[in-house]
């Protein structure tokens, strides 16, 4: 037997005509709704005729449950004060448009059903077993998973509310949450979701009606008819396990679910809200299929997989990164989301557009406090052109504003003229390197970058002194560090400088200042970092994905949360993907585990620059 099931029809009854057509198409013998028939649209009394003549039979959602009781609130769950704010408009607008037959008609309801198909049960619910307005992610735990599954004991489960769409085996039953109607699935596609369940019912009974509900038009005023048992909030059945005599082992077995894309006029469906006077974040989310309200009930990994992932109005009390300088991050795309409450987290001050790329990790020194465990033993990882090209395309293509080029010492690569003559072609780009190789060949190779508007060096000057810079850096170094910088100066190469600061160069902060812009650099071009306790460092400041910002960065193994944590060996805390995954991919990644840092504890993290 096959038949169809749909969620959250949301007062869009395009959307619903269009499923009702779809699954008698696909050979649905039996049609549901799993309720939450308003809350998103205008048209909600345009739904009841359908329902009755497409024979949908539907049990309630919460919506559905508020609106017969005349509720104040739709009762949805939400716990952020924003997402609540939209949660109300949209259900003062229904329950001002919807008819009271319609509203008696949902007190009807079942607020769950309880069926046995040829020997396999099956357990229609709203939101889960537990609670109507629970919300089943996919990306709960396996324990949370089970738990409701437990609780409901049935072979086959069928949800709806949280709005996502999925389905896999939790235990021995098949789950499936098969999304809503209303409105798309936050993927950026107009299409919307329902479900349609096969049951080989080839050995056992036919079809057995276990569980009350009621059939759109039955007369459920004069208690006659499946739905008269069945109060508004009542459950009908609930705990008990109709699986019928096969056992489930053999009917999960036989039960398969496919999601499946639901074109309909959507065009119709927004034109309907925009005459309604329904404001342009719920009309935007229908037009583009990317979800503008309610962001803050969304889990990292639901919430990452969107475009937009905060609300506007988050910003500037709860986040300020710990210092600007050359780094900050550009405004968000005003073009985009101006007219919207919500911003995407790549391109905030959360998640700043600039892109670091390791060309390689060897260096010709072994400074004691590297973030990188860089030396010249260090594992060879280095970029070939080609990838470095690709990857430098790719950020354009995604969106980056900026490139960070670092090692090791990149001037090292025989390469690196290359790179960078492609980089700055695409982007504004920062070259980090020591300066000690800014001579002879290697320098005249670079001398046509010289003046590019979009190249700026930046390197490493850690004392006034060549004994305080050489207690960390090495022997010699700052003698070659100074000649260098003086040789990018008279060739006009821009150039910044900042110093890692330790107990021993804290006095001679000012003393490094004043030499450099006794070289001609300007104030601004000199900046203070704290040293971090990590790679070859024992000393100085920690940070972890908890405590500061993403800044994706590739290397020859993959892509990093920061550039401080690009060294897989010392840092595999900060590791997102292996190599040849995307920056889309990993832009997703970042987010994810941004959202999932800060809802541990509720607070946001700052902002550690590596370039100052
Ligand atoms: S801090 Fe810079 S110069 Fe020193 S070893 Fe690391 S990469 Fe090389």
Redesign the pocket.
Known sequence: MRIGICGGPYANPYALRAFIDDARGRGCERLFCLGDLGGFGAEMDALWPLLASGEVECIAGNYDVALARGEDDCGCGYRDERDNTFAQLIYDHTRANTSRAFSAWMGYLPTERRLSIGGVSLHLVHGSPLALNDFWWESLSEGEHRSRVAASGADVIVCTHSGLPWQRRIGDALVVNVGVIGKPANDGQQGVWYAIIDIDTAETDLDTFVAGGTRPGADVSSGTGAASTITATGSTISGTNTGGGTGREVGTDRARAELIRLDYDWQAHAASMRAAGLPEPFVSTIETGWWTTCLEVLPPAERARGRYHLYRSTLPEAFAPAQDGWGAAPAADADRTNALPVIPLFGSQYFPSRLWIYSN?H?????D???????PKARARSLSLGQFRDVVDEAVAEGFTELYI????PMLLPDLPAMLHHAVEKLPTVL?T?AMLLRGGRLDRLRDLAGHPNLVLQT?LDGARAATHDAH?GRGSWTKTMAGIEQAVALRLPLRVAL?QTPENTPEIGEVAALLADLGLPVEAFAVRPMLRR??SEDGMDISEDSTIPELTVTADGLHWHPAGADLASSPDMFLAPAGTSLSVGKQLATERFFSARLTDGSLPAAYRCAI
């Open positions: 990790f260096c010709n020194l072994a400074c406090y590297c973030a990188v465990a860089s030396s670092t090692g090791g010492e980090l020591n490493s850096r890692t790679g070859l």
